[in-house]
């Protein structure tokens, strides 16, 4: 996600007006505020700014067909970049960067203002943490993911725009290619929505293990308590991408989902049941050792790898008896990966592999090696060493 413009963004980059589907343009200007006026809808229609803010009307023409169709919207386009307005700018933004709308809003109790620095983070962060558990829960669904998947949602992450004013966060997500993780969120939250209200009036707390089928986890009930907590009421608005169009089956329904302070209690009571309910997982791993440690010269130890495959994880701590700590010490010298097999655990958000057996060194696969150098080469590796930081 990259990192949030404040208060409404940096000029956007102009878009190539042949480039501007004139519908697109009008859908954007109407979900913005702007209110198209007279002019014979057959050839074109002109738009008048919001009520509340002051600026020049756009002509847009009805298609690309026409001959003065790209003037009229490279005239539109340099209006909306000379305004400071902030429609304008959205509508501008929507044009250079493709993609769905997330906005979230949080009211906060006391006088209307600029956000303190501790609520722009709090919004941020739950923002982040809700994206990131829709695109966790687009590739599998969990009632408690951990550290399961962050590298697909890092790399989901660093696709989406941010924009904050205020109270509000707006989200960019790219149309098409990322479009199952909004979707994947929006289905989640709704389901999340109807089990928060059956369990305040009468139903069992087993709701929530219910709606894991449709993308609920702990990370998301978690980032909604974060959205929540403080704020008088909190809502999340999507609106889909005018060029990509609406995804199957949302028809044209206005998306708004909204969560208040008497959601809490049920909201903590979700998170802590889909924590405990998540099974472990008998996995069989290939990693690198990047770090041994243990007391003396012999005996047990702690090893931490570098996940290469077998359970999607950056890193993972064991703890091995002396004969496989001596044979982890040994691939680790040789630089050979090692394979190992155990159960994946809850503890340490399922970073820790117990039971570990049939520990051996094997050999490298060209993709592996490329993986690990390319993990090490972006800052995600940590250097080895016997001693040190525990495992």
Known sequence: MTPPHAPDGPAPALPDPAAVDPAVLATLLARHGWVRRGGPAARYGRWTPPEDEPGTSLLVPAGDGFDDAVDLLADAVTAL???ATPSARAVLRALAVPGDELRWHREL????????????????????AMLAAGAKAARSTAAYFGARLDDHAADFLDRVLVVEQGTDLTAHTPAPEGRAAVTTLVRALEALRDAVDYRRVSGGPDVFENAVGAGVSRELVQSVEELVRGATAARLAVAWSAAAGTPGGFGDRRIVLEFSPGDLPALAEAADLLERIEPAVAVTVVGVVVRLKRAGPTGPGAVRLRVL????????????????????????LAGLPVRVSGRLERHGAFRRLTR????????????????LLKSLGDGRGEGPGEGGEGA
Do not use: F, T
């Open 81 to 83: 970049s000379r305004s």
């Open 109 to 128: 109790p006391g006088p209307a203002g600029a956000a303190p620095w501790a609520e722009a983070e709090r919004l941020r962060g739950a923002a982040r």
């Open 309 to 332: 495959g077998g359970a999607e994880v950056r890193e993972l701590k064991l703890r091995l008896p002396d004969p496989e700590y001596r044979i982890a010490a040994e691939a680790h």
């Open 356 to 371: 570990p057996h049939g520990l051996e060194p094997c050999g490298w696969e060209d993709a592996e090696r490329e993986r």
